[in-house]
T-cell receptor
Framework: DTGVSQDPRHKITKRGQNVTFRCDPI?????LYWYRQTLGQGPEFLTY????????KSRLLSDRFSAERPKGSFSTLEIQRTEQGDSAMYLC???FGGGASPLHFGNGTRLTVT | TQLLEQSPQFLSIQEGENLTVYCNSS?????LQWYRQEPGEGPVLLVT?????EVKKLKRLTFQFGDARKDSSLHITAAQPGDTGLYLC???????????FGGGTRLMVKP
């Protein structure tokens, strides 16, 4: 078990372009989460999946953001028509169950929109 | 939305000093977790507390969950430069819910 992996580690894009990030969770974990973190702040919840079902989305998540977990394994997060305000670290985490179950985080994808 | 407030936001101390970080909310949590994050990496779990009044110790770190399950504290004894990092508390309002994170406390321990 190599933990949660995210790809790419860094992405620089121009405003208006679309970007897609990938997350591979720990294989036996049924829950997968996406968080966004800006410098010096705590992670902000975006969305989560239980198996392939997307159970919750943050109200802060605009229509330009979409996430999928097609087979209940890896997940993708796509941002369309990127804006400078989208620049942040995008963190993926997985867990077995919710509530008190610990989250295992990947090392994130740092997005810079120029 | 559950709001977790951490204080202080920043803390710079000398090696060997003690410190306490606080995590407060007006809401009740079924469980609360503490994570530590280093630059360029994801947060790593330190501890989970689930019972009001619970105290857990992890070497020089002592974690306490408030009796009413609305607040928590992290106390570090004899801080070392290796303790430097961003400390995050995160709470779940109900079992099965996703975690909400506080804004973090950035700790720097100078040798």
């Amino acid at each position: 078990d190599t933990g949660v992996s995210q790809d790419p580690r860094h992405k620089i894009t121009k405003r208006g372009q679309n970007v897609t990030f990938r997350c591979d969770p720990i294989s036996e974990h049924n829950r997968l989460y996406w968080y966004r973190q800006t410098l010096g702040q705590g992670p902000e919840f975006l969305t989560y999946f239980q198996n392939e079902a997307q159970l919750e989305k943050s109200r802060l998540l605009s229509d330009r953001f979409s996430a999928e977990r097609p087979k209940g394994s890896f997940s993708t997060l796509e941002i369309q028509r990127t804006e400078q305000g989208d620049s942040a670290m995008y963190l993926c985490a997985s867990s077995f169950g919710g509530g008190a179950s610990p989250l295992h985080f990947g090392n994130g994808t740092r997005l810079t929109v120029t | 939305t559950q709001l977790l407030e951490q204080s202080p936001q920043f803390l710079s101390i000398q090696e060997g000093e003690n410190l306490t970080v606080y995590c407060n909310s007006s809401s009740v949590f079924s469980s609360l977790q503490w994570y530590r994050q280093e630059p360029g990496e994801g947060p790593v779990l330190l501890v989970t507390v689930v019972t009001g009044g619970e105290v857990k110790k992890l070497k020089r770190l002592t974690f306490q969950f408030g009796d009413a399950r609305k607040d928590s504290s992290l106390h570090i004894t004899a801080a070392q430069p290796g303790d430097t990092g961003l400390y995050l508390c995160a709470g779940a309002p109900n079992a099965g819910n996703m975690l909400t994170f506080g804004g973090g406390t950035r700790l720097m321990v100078k040798p």
